[in-house]
């Protein structure tokens, strides 16, 4: 029987050559390719900070999206673009990280998406609960207002939220 992924996640990496390239699993998805960049590694799969960006988007965006849905906001589409400033003295983790959210929609305003976004850092993404203190969180909001209305607008770019934790 699976764990409760609720109460307990487990991974597992297993090296596939004799640098530092490695296959890795969690329950029963498909395995993902992990690998350094040259000289230490081939640059043939994620980076670490790679993965861990999209861990952190991806925590984002479940939980922007499950709380406007509940709000009965419809997004037409929906991405996130993710950049990580490293520090320059090891470990070089992220220093800042920054967020590129576009939301089309018709039905969502701009205080929908700041109250879901601060309900995302306070309570419901655990990835940013685990980096708070640490890494500097910047978030830049494209919302299209217009999506879904029969109106041709270009959408505006709306800088929401400006995070320092």
């Not at 790679?50 to 906001?73: N, V």
């Not at 969502?108 to 609960?129: A, G, H, L, N, Q």
């Not at 890494?135 to 800088?159: K, P, Q, T, W, Y």
Request: aromatic share 8%.
């Amino acid at each position: 029987m699976a764990p409760d992924k609720n109460k307990l996640v487990i991974s597992e990496i297993k090296l596939v050559n004799d640098r530092l390239g490695f296959m890795g699993t969690a329950d029963a998805n498909p395995p993902v390719a992990i690998d350094y960049i040259p000289p230490l590694g081939d640059g043939k799969g994620y980076t670490s900070l790679e993965l861990f960006l999209l861990s952190f988007s991806s925590c984002l965006g479940s939980a922007m999206l499950t709380f406007l849905r509940r709000m009965q906001k419809p997004v037409d589409t929906f991405s996130i673009r993710a950049t990580g400033n490293r520090k320059e003295n090891h470990p070089t983790g992220f220093s800042k990280i920054t967020f590129d959210v576009s939301i089309r929609s018709g039905h969502t305003s701009e205080d929908d998406i700041r109250r879901v976004i601060k309900m995302s850092e306070d309570t419901y993404c655990p990835v940013w609960s685990m980096i708070k203190g640490n890494v500097e969180v910047d978030i830049n909001i494209h919302l299209d207002l217009f999506a879904g209305l029969g109106v041709n607008h270009s959408g505006s770019n709306h800088r929401i939220k400006d995070v320092q934790l």
